[in-house]
Nanobody, 113 residues
Framework: QVQLVESGGGLVQPGGSLRLSCVAS?????MLWYRQAPGKERELVAA???????NYADSVKGRFAISRDNAKNMVYLQMNSLNPEDTAVYFC??????????WGQGTQVTVSS
């Protein structure tokens, strides 16, 4: 079983930036960030493969950047030009080589003036 711990959430003003981090307890294949806003379904924000291939939701393209450090089993989400619609709980997720999926507890991101 892989355990995940996210960090870096908080309150930021519109137009500001935050960087989320997530550390996994073991080696994983794909790493992802999801988010869930109140009253909405969870949505994929960004994903990165073990070799660095990335994918983003249209709503965050050009503003968010996902990256990873395989040596540390970490994934990051740099979020720029944040707006109130980005307010959500952000979850780190991973897919292992055996196809198992694991999720972190989530970190709250609030964009408000």
């Amino acid at each position: 079983q892989v355990q995940l711990v996210e960090s870096g959430g908080g309150l930021v003003q519109p137009g500001g930036s935050l960087r989320l981090s997530c550390v996994a307890s073991g080696s994983v294949l794909n790493m992802l960030w999801y988010r869930q806003a109140p009253g909405k379904e969870r949505e994929l924000v960004a994903a990165i493969t073990s070799v660095g291939g990335t994918n983003y939701a249209d709503s965050v393209k050009g503003r968010f950047a996902i990256s990873r450090d395989n040596a540390k089993n970490m994934v990051y989400l740099q979020m720029n030009s944040l707006n109130p619609e980005d307010t959500a709980v952000y979850f780190c997720g991973v897919v292992t080589t055996s196809g198992m999926q694991y999720w972190g507890q989530g970190t709250q991101v609030t964009v408000s003036s």
